[in-house]
Every structure is written in structure tokens, then in C-alpha cells.
């Protein structure tokens, strides 16, 4: 048996091929759109995709197990579990086939058992494997967002991000019955396979080892070491991250079916005088210390921050679904990268980039930066107003007294918020998100914006007070 | 003044930005298809394109002067010269402008001044450049196809290609009034830059100079220093290569407006079985040493030669514009590039390629071989037939005495006239283009066919004898 | 605790790379020389390298152990094992510290327990792993070469390239002591991570799944399963593939301390008359049906087989250490990966490059061909003798009946078996290796040689006698 | 004849392959070290280089000329011309042939006319192409640094950067001599292909079109049109531009023979802590707007401006020919671009590189940035004094009143002039020296320093006082 892990780093996203030596097939489990990763994969190792499948509809990325199925003519293996809220749209195509707790698939030599593992998603399925060319035992699974390498799958996406009400909890129960009966069905040596890794918004605690052992899991994971059934209820919706905003959308367009890609394009260049086109959205994709020098106003700074990691999400949280996308970089490379980015959420509208050097100087606005003591100085004197745009859990572990809190991704639906009777001083951390701030505020036509540059971390070496006060629920 | 030359080595076609450093204005003169190109090259120098034309309707590659003009907001001067039949029809199109002979064209301090040079074409102009920075003499001209460097455009193409009769002659007797017009009326230090160089079809004997000078020209190009419009006329009708038969349909195309490409794209890999549609016409791009190891029957190996630089030309020869376009190849990289290139000629319609080491062992074939020795030792036995399927002037430099003569570009249309009733061998001059003949008459069903890989020049080599009978007119 | 592991298809081997999210301290366990790679990934994560290890010394590439360290500044912790002939050369270079049974080395809140594991060699170490910001059970284990997913490393390899003399079964029952003691120890739940995958010489049956755990080995490892020593011991000794020769050589600079390579080259191209110094060892990289069209006598075809996976390793059989290579290749781009490939067993002495291309052609020689049908029959009417190139598993699984055998890597040294009075018909196992010996047999002055490319595959194909006979041992 | 053209955009440098089609043969004029694009342009022809030649000894790059000739083994042909001081040290070695005026060179059909033509510098050569397979009339001519389009090459860099003296006005009048035979004796209609370009300080007013033809320019060349030798001394010999302190070094080392570069490295990642080591030259690449943000204290931000034309040049300014170089780089790509440039003039010494986010961050140090109307105001208080760091010729064309002027790479020459009383505010033209400036003086241990980046162009637009007074000479 072959096992092959592809890891996407922007979205923490972890996908597999699985294949049978003695038969050359091959299957692929949660592959993203990026498909053409798995299919050179399986021609090197002299394989053949025969089947596809997924362990429930994503919220967080496009899946890419359509097209794939049909570029590789392969039987689709859905989800059939879950009531008819969850059922898959376009579960009528030809190649796909619906499976159910307790079905098998064969792939070759190799065996996987279909388990439904509801809570993360009503739908959802684990896959054990087992490589019938060993042994009757089986050696791992593909576990999804149901057991994450230190933590588990959040049950409360729905209520979040899918319209739905007061399905946390009953998730977090369905989820700790989930729970038992899987881990203690399985031996202790099962190898669990996640889809996700440490960063992912699917859970709160992910691990960096890629892969972990059930026997380890029930010593280390918090969710698995919970004595009663309440312990893990509480625990399990406390303390989760924002979900981004566009995990609703990715929701939808996973079930309905993602649209195919075919053949990727290469955006062409736009002349500057586009940049006035009002009706699409212009994200400028240039690192935050050249956005700062520099940025055109209407343009939205998703600066690539330091590891570049964070691309996909923060684009999620503020590129719309039904608007043309127009990209504003330095480079073509680059351009290029953002584009095959933003088709991993289904952003697959962008019609054209604008190089920024070729924006007319006039059409150019820098961004006003404060240094941290006169920000602190004049926010004393009450000159001025302060804006910490970071997540909950880095605003509850501390932030600068008296200041706003409204995390970035939930600007646009919180303008009425805003403190505007005097200058605004925005930070976030470190300056990886403030100038994304900035120039949505700026976006939307607020003036007198001040960037605190060195944010949260500047805040912190000067030695100020620190306000450690919890967010009411 | 700013002037930068464009080359394509297959479509050994130059192509000229233009700039007025004063005004940060430029101009495009005869652009093709990758018109990125242009866009970099003036962002580069800081300048602006503002307008783009083309010296007449090529017959050789698809214009890129109308979408570049569409992607860079420019207007584009079309010529208004010749008759009814050569009027572009995208003509009405809001950025056009028609000129006409004596018409000047103005991008900042640098004029253009219009003339009209028929005779390859009836629409044919010229553009003749004054940097008024400097002076008032003129510089230099763009000459498209009038004048090259040691030659000029050749006045048989619509004839040949285009389905027109007996305009040969016409054509022939009207370019030597233009060239008499032109070379009278301008200094001799005038800088000739041609649209075409060594290796084109549009004319018999293009030099390996980039540049040439009016006062050079008329001392060493043929066609000036003829004494007579009748010495002129028979040297320009002879001697001249056989056009592609692609180029009739360049011609019809570049005349009713080439499409827009938009975004470039990157075919999808196909699976093996997409090469069993007989409506698609397949091509195989790797090199004649791969193909000959093994191919696809039913494909057409445009095996890349050793200089690549045939690609565009030997496909246009073969490939249909009315059907959809498969690839195999060795690696993602030669498609894409193959890609590109057939889009130079219009061929837009590749809907997916097929990596060769995919396609099951049992669907390939390999060429047959023969040396030199035996097939002319089987040759003079009377067991083989030969075909040679070189080009008209090689063959008649010399050739196997008895041989059969095709060139390979139109042995699709001159089936009948293979002979089948004993093996066949073919060979062109050293190994390029037999592997090309020998698939298409495999794609065609006929069998027993050999390939003389040594070519010609192998021939040679023995001292066989040499038959240097010229072809009747 | 993050981990990363990095996977060198070509050498079959695996490294990790650990870090502690707490402290931001990295390690590095047993790294090849492509040691950029492993910087750049804990830059990724804003990680520091401080340490650098090896589980043993390596006999199939050269450690990058040493230039990490050095590079990184960190310490290098060198197994103290074994007797003084396994001891390290290097080891009082300042940044080392000696490593035995016992010791604890300890990367912010990761501890490494040191277990002394000989048997595949004397000083070999396993490194316990027990992420103490989760618990003080451990997690996993990197075995190096003593435990693989499905295997054991063999402990053969001293007698067979190292110049030992009747170690093998010491060395083997060495070896189930050290499992019997390292598996009783440990927690079934425990992962464990070696140093090489599927493919690897260094064992026998190496599995496809990157990873696996000690209760599900005890379940499915031939290795684990032997219930005595000596069935163990016989195990372990029958049915290992050939070691390549250049292990020997690998061994020794391994101890002595590998070269710093610094500054990655780029060779420079050569003119064809270089390939005239009969003292420099070529190679040329080309695939396999380039080559059988047209080769320079005189080089070796290390033509890289479809998967380009076996190039370092069949290389290494051929290469010598002690000339200066030149590289004859299609392109630049391919010799420089052919270069780092070389370095990573050490062959560091490549002083440039020839293009094929650039090679007159009176100087090219073709590989002749001979197909199956042919060569049997002649073989039949004892006109030809006929050279099987394949290891010996794949010999005593079928061969065709009356052949000469020689494994391809050991055809230098074994001449005088080469029977010389018919004409010689090569053959593999599908005309990857026969390309290669027979350049190397042209290179050593034989004539009248003949590649029988369809290999015993194509052989098989036509149905005919197959010969099991096994080889005494 | 077959002619290809060569233009560095770092180094405003042309250079010339030649090639005769009857033969085969090729020859390189004027070669950079970029050698291996005239060996690959040369093999794309199927033409063998035998012969390298150069006009000069160039001031302003390293020559490619004797690593060429040695690696093709061809004849390498070097100036006999000029006094002792001008003689070729290297002429010794056996591929070099010595050439003087009436010398031949013959490529196959190709005879190149040797012309001496000093003036620029004693020794130097143009070369007179005639294409005998065509004419005896000569084509045209390589022109070195003889006559450019729209210029002639300066004859004060002697003195200014050879240490000679008063050779100025003398090699003024040779030069006018050279030109005054050369013109006299050439058609009107050769052309001209020299070896510099717009942006070259080699001359003072380059065209930007690539080729000329004699009879133009002498209607428009200010230098052809001079009425009188005292006319053309007095133009010659004002409003050049500030000759780089490099080329002193430059003319030294291609008299005394260049090194031969071999195999190009790949320069090494360093630790931070490397950037301690004061010995070693520290070159900052990043762009201007990422170093205002933060830069290493002791390096020199040679920030790439917009079109990186400028780097070799301003790199030469102030890198040192007797130190180690460090590179401090955001990626790998850059990183090896800037080695190659630094080794096209001579920096051959880097010896690793830094990327910027491996530094901690309490090392880095950001520049204060100051406005115009800031910086102008506190000037009128007094409170500030201001630096202008521009070239002479733009200081006279207008600066701001009261500044003090030193060109930026006369910086380190000059502490002494530079005023420490106040805070200093550093400007350019438009913010892509200033940086250099900037850094280059903390690294010298200045404080209070401050860039006003907007430029002389952002003062001008707030429609200040310009002061045109012309230096004193």
C-alpha cells in the first residue's frame, strides 16, 4: 500500500492518495481544487485514480473532489448520512455513488470501512483502512474534522456560519457520541490521517504533527480525556476561533457542487483606468511595508503577511462571492499565486491585474503611521481614538485599556462601531492585519486614520498597562 | 526616441514599440498574439502605449493588434488602401482609425508618416519615421513585407494561398512601382525595419542581419538593383518557397478580426481514452527521437526539431482550424509552450493534453527504421518505394534518382498519389520532418512504411548518385 | 512540537525536522546534504535550528549533518556507540557532542531519549521522542535504519560493501537483541519514523505508507513476528538486493566527516573536444530512447529510467570517486539537478558539461537494436548470446533459459564473463538498465553488442520458456 | 552573415555576435561575463565560436572577452594600439592574437577591417564589417565606445577615474581626429552598432534606438556636426556625467586580465550573527520602500529602484573591491540576481547571504522619514540642514536653496563636508537614492538623520523656490 499526504499551508488543509500496488489503483481523500497535484502523484507512482471521496462538505476550502472525479473518470464516493439539509446536490451526476455507515470500498487490496461520525457536520463520515495485503487489522483512518492531532472538529460552525440556530450543543452531544463509540471500537495503534493542521479554523488546538496514534490521542487530547459528557460539551464550545465569514458560502457551494475549473487562467493585465470600475472589488495583494508607502484608496490591503500563510483565509473574510475581483501587485508571480489562491475558496472571479506601478502617482495614498508613544500620548490627552482589530482570544489575553474591539473580518458589518469624533488609531499584533484595516476603513471613505504600525507587541515593550478584562458571552 | 525590437524565432517575425521619451508616449508596429509582451516592455521605459498598428493583413500569424489596442485603450490605425477585398472588417470598431497614403500619425515628438507600398499586398503601407526631437530627415521606415533585409515580400501569396488567380504578375509589376517610388524619394541613410527575418515564408532569401540601410540595400538586394520591371517580375515569381497551406486562413482571419484571447490558459490533462474521439485531431509534440521509440497512431508527431524553431509552421501545415486540438507530450512545460505557439496562428481550440506515459503500452507503435544502406540496396532490388518529402528547391538541388516527391505539407491532400503497392520509406533531409510524414500517413490507415532517419544528408554521405532534374514548371 | 518530514525520492530517504512552538528551537535528525531546504523550513515557522543528529553512519548517501551544524552553528550530536572502528573522525570538531544509551538530549519542551540500536551497524542510535508540553509518555520514535514500515534494516551490509568479514549473523542476532529490547520498552501506541521508504536498499520490503506504529509493526513486520532468534536471523539474511557499490565508499567519508560543499555550482558548459580526456568519467543523462538513437562512445548512458527515481543510486554504481565527470545532457536545466543529485552521494568532481547537440555528429554512435522475436530465434540457431542485467531477485523470478547473468552494476568488474564469441544481445527488465550496460560494456572496447530494449517483459510477452532455476548461493 | 545583438539593461552595454552561414564560424564582439548566452545564441545557430575580440579596455564592466575565448578556444584579438600604459597584460597567454589599424579579420566570408580610433581611451579599436558574400562594400561597424547613437564616447575618464592628468583636452583632440578620419573615409549608409545605450556614463546623451546609420548621424550627432576641433573639445568636455569610482577598478582589472569566473556559485544563507563580522561588506537589496521600514545598522540599502536598471552602477559606487559582501536579501531569487550583477563589474567576493526576516528584530533599525513641508519649514527655522545627494547636472538644472550637494556615491569621500549640527534631512530626485544615502551615513555612525523621500520632485509640486545656479567648475 502507498500513502501519500499533500499538505496546503494556506489553508492547513491535509489530503491523501491512497494505492494498491498489486492493482496500480489509486484513491484520493478531501483533495482541494488544486488537482493536478494528485493526479501527477498517482502517474509516479505508475497509479491510477479510480475513486474520489470526502469526509463531509468543507466549510472552509472549495473541494475539489468533482472535478477531479470527472477529469479522472472516477466514482465519486458522497455522503448519504446526515437528514436532507446535508444531502449533496449533485449526488445525481453519473459517477457518484452514495455510501452510508458501514458500506466498504475496495481499492485494490485496500480496504475502507465507511464510519459516520456526526457532530462536526450532521453528514459526516470517517474512513478506516485497512491493507488486506498485511493483515485483516486495520492500520489507520481518515478522520476528517472529527479527531484532529490534539483536538477535535467544532460543532458550532453551523449556528456560526450556516444560518442555523441552536445547533451547537446538540452538536457537541452527537459529537461526544461520535466520539465514543469510534475510539472505542478501534485499537489503540490506529494511525489518525486529519484533514486539517495547526492554524486551521476548524478547530481551536490542532497540533504540528502531521499525523498522531489513537493510543497517544486518548493520553494527550483534551476531548478525548474528558470524563463526562457535559466536560466535553463545555469544553468544545468555549474558546473556538471566529470562523471566517466566507465558510457560509463555502458551505453552500460545496453542496450544491463546486463549479469546475478546467483549465486555469492567467488573469491579463488592466490598465489603471479599470481600478475606477466601482463595481468590483480590488484587493491589493502587496506586502504591508509597500501597501504603507503606498496603496490605492478603494483597494483592500490583504498584504501578504510575513509566511504568506495567511492569504487564503484573510481574503475569505472580506472578497465577495458575487462581485468581479480585480488584483493589484508588484509582480505577475505573484498574481498568479493569489489567483490560484483565491480559486481555493471559490473567489474564481478575477477578470484582470493592475501592476501598482502603473497607477498614476496621483491615484496614490499613504498610509499614516503614529509611532506607539504618540498614539498612547495622545489617546492620554484623549486626542484621539484607538482600534484593536485582532481576534477574541488575543484581545482577552490582553489589550490596551479603553481601546475598541472589533475584529478585522467584521469591519464592513460593524461601520456603525467606529468611533469616528476624532483621529482613529488601528492596530492589530504586529502590522499584519492593521493595514488591512486601514484600507477597508478607507475603503469605505473614513479619514483621519492612523496606523500604530508595531501594534499590540510595541504596545507591550513600552511597558504600558495591560486591561485583561473578558468579553461578555 | 525610444525603439525596441521584438523577434520570433518561429514565426521569425520582428515586431517594434516605439516611444517619445518627452511624452512617455508609444506605439506598437505589427504586434502578434503575446502582447503581454509590448505592455512589459513599455511599463519598463515608463511609458504609455497609445497606439498600434500593422503594415498590412499578415498571412504568416494572427495580428495581436487588435486586442492589443482593446487591452491598452488605443487606437488602432488600420490601412484604408487597396480594394473592397482587402478592407478589415472590424473596421467600424470604435478604436479604429483608417489611414491612408500622406496621412501622418503623431506619438508625442515622433511622426509617422503613411505610404502606401502594394504589391505583396494591395493594402500594404509603410511607415516612415521622423524623430522631430532631432530633425526633420526621416530615420528609418517600417517596412512589414515590402523591403527585407537582401529581399522583398513576395507578390505570389494570394494566388497561392489566398484563391485568387492570375495576380501574380499584377502584384509583381505593382511592388516594383512601389519599391521605385519609395527608394527614389528617400535618403539613403534611411534604417529599413522589416517585419520578417531569416526563415520566413514571406519572401526567398531574408537575411541573418536584424537591420539593414536603404543605401546597402541597393547595392546588394536582388530586387533593387534589377535593370528592368521585367528582370524583376521574373526574379521575384521564381525561386520562392511553398507557402503554408495555413496561410490562406491568416489571411481571412486577420481581414475579419482576430479573435480576443483573454486570459492565456493551461489545458487540463486528459486521460488516455479522450484520444480515442476521432473528431479531434492529436498532436505529438515531443522530439523525433521519442516518437520514433513510440507514438499514438492516430496522432501527428510535430516533433520538435533540433531548433525548435519549425514548430509553428510544420503544425500549421497540418493541423485543422476547425477541430478541437489534443496535445501529448513529455512534460506540462513543452505543452504549455506548444500552446502558445498554436495560438500564434490562430489554433486557440487545445482542449486538453495527454502525458505520453500514460497511455497504456499496448495503443503505441513505434516508426520503423531502415539505414540508408538497405533501403537503397532494396530500392534498386525493386522491393521498397522511396518518398522524399522535402520542400521543392531542396529536391530539386538534388535528390535519389526514382524517388516518389511530396512535400510534407501536403501529403493529406495528395493521398492518391503514394504509391502502396510495396513497402514504403520515407525520408526528408536529416530526420526532422519524416517522422511528421511517416505519422500522418500512419493517422491515414496506410501500413508498411519505413523511415529513413538518416535523411538525405545520410544519402549523401554514402556517395550514392544524385538526381538534380528540376521539377516542370 | 511541530515536525516536518522531507522525503528524497531518489535516495529513497527520509529526515525530520522537530521543533518546540515554546522555546522556537529546532533539530535536525539525520539530514542529506540539500541541507538549505531544512533551514528554510524552520524559518518557515520562525524556528532556529540549535541541533543537528544522525541515528548512524549512512552507507547509501552522504550526511549533511556536519555542514548543517556548521552552517547553523548548532551542535552536532554523534553516536559514542560501537567500537573504535565506528567511531566518527570529526567528532572533536568544537560544535560536537558525543551521544551513548542513555543520554537525554533535550530541544526546548522536546526530550530525545538516546537508545543504542546495533545490529544494521554497530554504533546505531534511535531517538525516543516525549513532547513534555503534552505528556511524559512518549510519542514517537525516529528509528533510523533500525525498524522501517514493514522491515528491519538489514545487518549484512558491513561483510558485503563495508570489507567486514563474517559479521552478517552477528551482526543479525545483534539486531533482534536490540528490537527485542526496544519493542518490549515501548508503548504499543508509539510512531515511529525511519529513515527510509519504500525502495531503499538498505532493506528488503520496505512499505508505501510514510509512517507507521509499533503495535500495528508487532502485527504486520515480518521482522517483529519471528518467534526465534534464528528464524530471525535466517530472515534476515536471505533475499536482500544487491548494496550498491558505492555504499563502501559512502561508509567511509561518512565517518571521516563529508565534505562541505558551500556554495552551490552551477558546472559550465564545455566544448565537445573536453569529451576527448580519457581521464574524466561522462555520464550522460539523457533518457533512454535519446540515447539508443545516438551516443558518444566512451560515455556511460545513466538514462534516466521513467520515474528518474533510480538516477542517484545507479549512478553511484557506475561513478568513480576519484575522476573528474563531465555530463552530457539536453539541457542546463537538467544537468544542474543531475549535479545535486551526484553530490548527494558525494561525487562532487563535476568540472562541466557537454549538449549532446554540440557534439558533431561523425562522433555519435547508435545503440543497435534487436527485437525479441529476433533475438530468441537467432539465439535458438546459437548466432547471438544474450546478457541479463537484473538483480538477482528479479533473475531467480523468471529469466530466459541458457542466459549470462551479470547485475548491470557489477559489469566493470566481472569482463572476463562477458562471452565475446557471437554477437551480444542485452537485456533488462524493460530497457531502463540496458541502455546503461550497454554503454558501459562500448566504453570498455567491445563491438558486435545489440540492446534487446523490449527486456524480459517484452519477452514474456511472447509467451515464451521461462527458467526459475534459483543461484547458488 | 548572421548578427545578434546583446543589451545588459544594468549595464546600458551592447555586444555583438557575428556569424558567417557558409561556415559556420562566429565571432563575439565586446562580450560581458555573461558568456554563456553567446555560447547558447551561437549553438541555436549551429554556429562554433572561433574568435573573441573587444574594442577597448572597457571602464564601466568586467570583460567576458578572455573567459570566452578560453572556454570556446577560440582566437582571442586584443588591441596593440596606444602606448605601454595601454597594454594588455594577459597578452601573452597562446590564444591571443595582437591586432593594430589595417589589420584583417576573417569569419568564414565575414572580413572585419581593424580601425584604430582613439580618443575615448589610446588603444581603442572599431571594427568595420564588410559581408563579402554580398559585396565588398562594408555593412556597417562595430563602434565601441568611438561613436554612439546621438553621442561619442567621453575622453576625460582618464583623468577622472584613471588617475592620469590633463589627458583630457589631448584625448579630446585625438578623438576629434579619430572621427574626423573615420567619418570621412566610411559611406554614408553604414551602420553603426556601438557598445552602449541610453542610461551608459560612458557618454553624456546615448539615444535610445539601438542602431544608427553614419549618414544620420552626422545630421544629427552634436558631436559629427561640429564646425571646428575647439567647438567639439569644448562640448566634449562639459556636462558629463560623475564618472562611478568603480570603473578606476574596472579599467585596472581588464588591463591586467579578468578572472576567470568558472562554475557560477550560488552564494550560501548565512546566520544574523555573520552580519557582525565589520570586515565584510554588507549590501542591503530590498526595495526602498521595505528598507525605510527597517534595515541592519551597518549595511548599505542599495535598494533596487523601479526599473533595477540602476543596481550595477550604484553598487559600484560604494561596494568595496577588497572586502567579503554579504547580501541581505528578501529571497533566494533576488539574492542570486544581485551576485550576478555585482560579478558583471568585478564584486566577485560574496560569501553568503542574510534573508532580512532571519534578523532579530531589536537589530533592525527603520529611517525617519520626514515631509516636504516638515522638512522645508524647520529648514526656514533653521532647525534642520539638508543634503541633496543628486548628480551635478541635476543639482544645476535646479535645487532647493541653501542645500548642501554631494553626489551619493562621493558620500564616503566626503564625511568631512557634511554638516552635523543639526538634524540632517536627506533627499534625491525621488526617494531611490535617498535610502542608499541614508544608510550609508548611519553605517558611518551619523544620527538624527532623516529622508525626505518624496524628492526634489515632491518639492517641486508644493511650488518652492528653485535655485539654478550653476558649481563652480
Known amino acids: 500500500m502507498f500513502l501519500k499526504r499533500f499538505y496546503d499551508e494556506q489553508l492547513a488543509h491535509a489530503s491523501y492518495l491512497i494505492g494498491c500496488y498489486a492493482t496500480g489503483e489509486a484513491m484520493v481523500i478531501d483533495p482541494n481544487r488544486s488537482i493536478d497535484q494528485y493526479i501527477q502523484a498517482a502517474s509516479d507512482e505508475a497509479m491510477r485514480i479510480i475513486a474520489v471521496t470526502e469526509t463531509h462538505i468543507h466549510a472552509d476550502f472549495l473541494s475539489g473532489s468533482r472535478e477531479l472525479a470527472q477529469r479522472t473518470e472516477s466514482t465519486l464516493y458522497l455522503s448519504d448520512e446526515g437528514d436532507t439539509d446535508w444531502k449533496y446536490a449533485f449526488a445525481n451526476e453519473p459517477n457518484v455513488r452514495l455510501i452510508k455507515h458501514g458500506d466498504v470500498i475496495e481499492i485494490g487490496r485496500i480496504k475502507l470501512d465507511v464510519w459516520h461520525t456526526p457532530g462536526h457536520t450532521p453528514e459526516h463520515l470517517a474512513f478506516v483502512i485497512t491493507d488486506q495485503a498485511d493483515t485483516q487489522e486495520p492500520l489507520g483512518a481518515f478522520t476528517g474534522d472529527f479527531i ?9 460552525l453551523l449556528d456560526r456560519v450556516a444560518g442555523y440556530k441552536d445547533t451547537m450543543e446538540k452538536g457537541a452531544r452527537t459529537l461526544y457520541q461520535s466520539l465514543q463509540k469510534f475510539t472505542t471500537a478501534m485499537p489503540d495503534h490506529l494511525l489518525l490521517f486529519p484533514a486539517h493542521g495547526a492554524g486551521s479554523a476548524c478547530g481551536k488546538a490542532l497540533g504540528g504533527v502531521p499525523v498522531s496514534v489513537l493510543g497517544y490521542q486518548k493520553k494527550v487530547n483534551w476531548a478525548l480525556k474528558c470524563k463526562t459528557e457535559q466536560e466535553f460539551v463545555d469544553g468544545v464550545l468555549s474558546g473556538q476561533p471566529e470562523p471566517p465569514l466566507y465558510f457560509k458560502e463555502m458551505k ?29 472589488f480590488v484587493i491589493d495583494i502587496r506586502p504591508a511595508s509597500a501597501v504603507r508607502i503606498g496603496f490605492f484608496p478603494g483597494s483592500v490591503g490583504v498584504a501578504s503577511c510575513r509566511l504568506c500563510r495567511s492569504f487564503a483565509t484573510w481574503t475569505g473574510w472580506h472578497a465577495p462571492y458575487d462581485k468581479d475581483i480585480m488584483i493589484i501587485s508588484n509582480t505577475q508571480e505573484d498574481m498568479v499565486a493569489a489567483t490560484r489562491s483565491m ?11 493592475v501592476p501598482f506601478d502603473s497607477i498614476p502617482s496621483n491615484q496614490i495614498e499613504k498610509i499614516n503611521l503614529i509611532s506607539v508613544e504618540d498614539a498612547i500620548g495622545r489617546n492620554a490627552l484623549g486626542e484621539v481614538n484607538i482600534l484593536d482589530v485582532r481576534g477574541r482570544s488575543e484581545y482577552e489575553e490582553g489589550h490596551i485599556p479603553g481601546v475598541t474591539w472589533i475584529p478585522f473580518g467584521y469591519l464592513e458589518s460593524r461601520l456603525a462601531d467606529i468611533p469616528t469624533d476624532k483621529p482613529l488609531v488601528i492596530h492589530c499584533a504586529g ?25 499590540y507587541k510595541g504596545y507591550l515593550a513600552t511597558g504600558g498597562e495591560v486591561d485583561r478584562t473578558l468579553l461578555e458571552v
Open 148 to 156: 484532529f492531532v490534539g483536538d477535535v472538529g467544532r460543532p458550532d
Open 252 to 280: 453552500r457551494m460545496n453542496k450544491v457542487g463546486p463549479a469546475i475549473l478546467g483549465p486555469l487562467k492567467i488573469p491579463i493585465q488592466l490598465l489603471p483606468s479599470a481600478l475606477a470600475n466601482k463595481d468590483a
Open 343 to 353: 480559486e481555493s475558496i471559490g473567489l474564481d472571479h478575477v477578470i484582470g491585474w
Open 431 to 455: 502590522g499584519n492585519r492593521s493595514p488591512i484595516a486601514y484600507t477597508v476603513l478607507r475603503k469605505q471613505g473614513f479619514r483621519n486614520l492612523f496606523e500604530m504600525s508595531a501594534g
